[in-house]
């Protein structure tokens, strides 16, 4: 949105404030809760510290108000928090909610300098367990939080493990709330089409298997672990083919194309994608090989709803997640992944399609985003109540 205009009150329940838009399971989950809420009785709005992204566009779209403060990475900025200062005091939100660390901090930060003290709530996104992996001024900001809990009314977390973890940094319990994401069930579903043209358009051949691995490219996500589990699961499949999505994940990735040698002719890189409903739907297995730092895992919940049995290391929600209806493995470790691999595309069809049926339904039954939307909704009630 452009320049505030004082003479034009608005009127905002809940003011939320995000790094940005750009692909993500945070930024996702909040477009998500945004475009489900749209039509409902609490009203949105959304602030977003960097301009642009793949999922502004559906939430403006859907007539959600966004402020973008044109922030440069994570660079922190005294302008833009000034800008946000004037925009909180603007809207008069009843609630204002960060999500994630940096954006956390912000949202505390602008209520300081507002009068009328909005409701404050924090949406952490990830655990604890890669804290020595972080950026520097990711650490600095993790301690800041520790100091300044005391004051926030909800902290929202993503995954039980998360909230104990930062509970045993001495985050308040009695602030806590878990909400797990939400998967829309009717965009991620099975598709027998889209699997075919997806299939057909990159060149798989008919019939072969498919392992598909969606993430961006950071060290956190372990791109290089897993092309080495997909090189020794190829030695012993050969017709197998991986595909990894996510952006820096293409050809012009030379790191990561060095690290595909092993699997090269049967590995596609094929970059950021906005249909991954359908790229979900052209596979036959989803990996998540993440080391360190996960909450929830949306790629796992989202390639499960389109009816794809999942593989992840033992990081963040995955267990939970996935229970009986896929397999777990240690972080760093190419071999049990390959391992696990292996044995899932060594069943026979039948017993993959039951188990894909049953990673499906887990999500219908649990991770909905009805069920998601519904637990934000009661907490937003019992915040302004308090």
């Known amino acids: 949105m452009g320049p505030i205009d004082r003479r034009r009150p608005m009127s905002i ?22 475009t489900a809420s749209a039509s409902g009785e609490i009203r949105h709005g959304v602030v977003s510290l960097q301009a ?14 966004i402020w973008d403060l044109g ?39 602008s209520r300081l300098a507002t009068t009328f003290r909005p409701k404050l709530a924090w949406n ?26 005391p004051a926030v009314d909800a902290i ?26 939400g998967v829309d069930t009717q965009v991620f579903r099975p598709d027998a089409a889209a699997r075919e043209r997806v299939r057909r358009d990159l060149g798989i051949p008919y019939g072969a298997t498919v392992v598909g691995h969606a993430a961006r490219y950071h060290r956190m996500k372990d791109h290089a672990g897993f092309l080495n589990a997909a090189a020794r699961t190829a030695r012993s499949i050969p017709s197998v083919h991986f595909l990894l999505a996510g952006p820096g994940v ?22 950021e994608r906005h249909d991954m409903p359908d790229v979900f739907a052209a596979t036959d297995l989803v990996c998540s090989s993440s080391a360190w730092g996960e909450g929830f895992p949306n790629v796992i919940a989202e390639a499960m ?33 390959a391992n696990a691999m292996i044995g899932v595309l060594q069943l026979q069809e039948g017993d993959r399609r039951r188990l894909g049926e049953r990673s499906r339904q887990r999500i219908l039954d649990h991770y909905s985003l009805d069920t998601c939307l519904s637990n934000y909704q009661a907490l937003y009630a019992r915040l302004v109540d308090a």
């Open 250 to 271: 293409d050809p012009g990735n030379a790191a990561l194309v060095n690290c595909a040698r092993g699997a090269a002719d049967n590995v596609h890189l094929i970059g």
């Open 124 to 149: 952490i996104r990830q655990t604890l367990d890669g804290l020595q992996q972080e950026k520097p001024m990711t650490r600095w900001v993790i301690r800041a939080h520790r100091l300044t809990s």
């Open 52 to 65: 642009g992204g793949a999922y502004s566009t559906a939430v403006a779209s859907a007539g959600i108000p």
């Open 156 to 181: 929202i977390y993503n995954c039980e493990l998360s909230r104990q973890q930062h509970e045993n940094q001495r985050f308040p319990h009695q602030r806590g709330a878990v909400i797990a994401n």
């Open 13 to 34: 329940d809940v003011l939320h404030v995000i790094n940005g838009f750009h692909t993500g399971g945070a930024e996702r989950s909040l477009a998500n809760l945004l």
């Open 305 to 337: 709803a389109c009816g794809v049995s999942c593989i992840a290391t033992s990081v963040g929600a995955s267990d939970e997640i996935i229970a009986d209806t896929g397999r777990l493995v240690a972080p760093r470790d190419p071999d049990a992944l």
């Open 71 to 109: 922030m440069s990475g994570g660079t922190p900025s005294p302008l833009a928090l000034l800008r946000l200062v004037r925009i909180v005091r603007h809207v008069r939100p009843k609630i204002l909610q960060g999500w994630m660390y940096h954006s956390n901090l912000a949202a505390s930060l």
